[in-house]
């Protein structure tokens, strides 16, 4: 099978398995982000969210849930394969079929680096239960290489919120309440993941000119927000409505498209950020915050300026003085 090529990014109407197997080189892919179909009876998952199916197209494909475990297996290992060695997976789950891709992910070398918790609007309407209202994402990497995290791709460590939070910290908090997307009136995959969803996970694990992978395209939400992030694409859908449909979409999009959209991150400018202390810089933090004491200036402003003079943060400032005795709780 040829692949449709747009904008030099290659995709296949394909299965994941056998199309990786075949298109897909051992270590060349520096990202995977994909949400592999329910095992949920997802061809009539409309009749559960009560909502007009008008707009979807139809050929989604579901795996029976008894070959859910044994489908999982194969395609991760594909997926174990095709990535660079330090190269990122992120995999969208729901809680049914968690355990079998947890237990296919043990059956490989890749290295669990967070269980993210996706909390979206509008969960499911129960009377008996508590209303599902989350998506699990499972985020892991291949050993071998060093992992792309770009720490301040979007917060500046020493950005602040309004009262004083870290908005770095809070963003890579492992809880993301990001709202899903509705697009109604518009031709639509049964499920596509929230461009900000994809913005997150793509600016924190990949840089430009990498290649992301979707080992299932639906609705081509990963491509697009790759592309859009200046990065290359690829990737595999069997159902061949929903491909047709969406490469005609791609076929519009100006690679770059995002980038304008994306805040403007304030990057810390410390020199010596991650450094050990010497006895010599010690040494000189408390003489000067006990002179800086004397002279009555707040513990505030002395750490400020410690911290422009030395290269460090305020909690490098902070611990250095409490290990040193000067934690200056009196000024």
């Given amino acids: 099978m040829e692949p449709v090529i747009i904008h030099n990014n290659r995709f296949y109407n394909s299965d994941s398995i056998s199309g990786a197997a075949e298109y897909l080189p051992d270590n060349s892919v520096d990202l995977i982000i994909t949400d592999p ?5 997802g061809d009539k998952l409309h009749q559960h969210y009560n909502r007009n199916e008008k707009f979807v197209v139809e050929g989604y494909v579901e795996i029976p849930q008894k070959e859910y475990a044994e489908f999982s297996l194969k395609w991760i290992k594909e997926a174990e394969r095709v990535l660079k060695p330090g190269g990122s997976i992120y995999i969208v789950s729901g809680y049914t079929h968690l355990i079998d891709i947890l237990n296919a992910l043990q059956k490989t070398t890749l290295n669990e680096i967070n269980h993210i918790i996706w909390k979206y609007n509008f969960g499911v309407f129960t009377r008996r239960k508590y209303v599902s209202s ?11 290489g060093k992992r792309t995290y770009n720490l301040e791709s979007r917060y500046g460590l020493a950005e602040q919120s309004d009262d004083k939070r870290s908005l770095n910290n ?3 908090e492992d809880v993301w309440s990001i709202n899903r997307e509705y697009k109604p009136g518009k031709v639509k995959n049964k499920n596509e993941l929230p461009t900000r969803l994809l913005v997150k996970m793509i600016q924190y694990s990949s840089n430009e000119g990498d290649l992301v992978c979707d080992f299932f ?11 859009g992030l200046n ?3 690829t990737g595999f859908e069997i159902a061949k ?8 979409e791609l076929e519009t999009l100006q690679p770059g498209y995002l ?13 010596n950020p991650h450094k050990s202390w010497t006895k010599k810089d010690l040494k000189y933090l408390d003489k000067e915050f006990t002179r800086l004491v004397a002279q009555g200036v707040t513990k505030k402003q002395i750490i400020a300026q410690l911290g422009e003079h030395l290269g460090r943060g305020r909690w490098s400032i902070e611990k250095a003085l409490k290990k040193n005795g000067s934690s200056g709780k009196n000024t």
Avoid: C, M, Q, W
């Fill in 170 to 172: 809070s963003d890579r």
């Fill in 134 to 144: 989350h998506y699990h994402i499972l985020f892991y990497a291949k050993p071998g």
């Fill in 37 to 41: 179909p329910y095992g949920i009876n």
């Fill in 241 to 248: 409505g929903i491909f047709d449909t969406k490469i005609e």
């Fill in 231 to 233: 990065r290359r694409a």
């Fill in 217 to 227: 395209l639906g609705g081509f939400s990963t491509a697009k927000v790759a592309i």
């Fill in 259 to 271: 980038v304008p959209t994306l805040r403007e991150t304030v990057v810390s400018s410390l020199k």
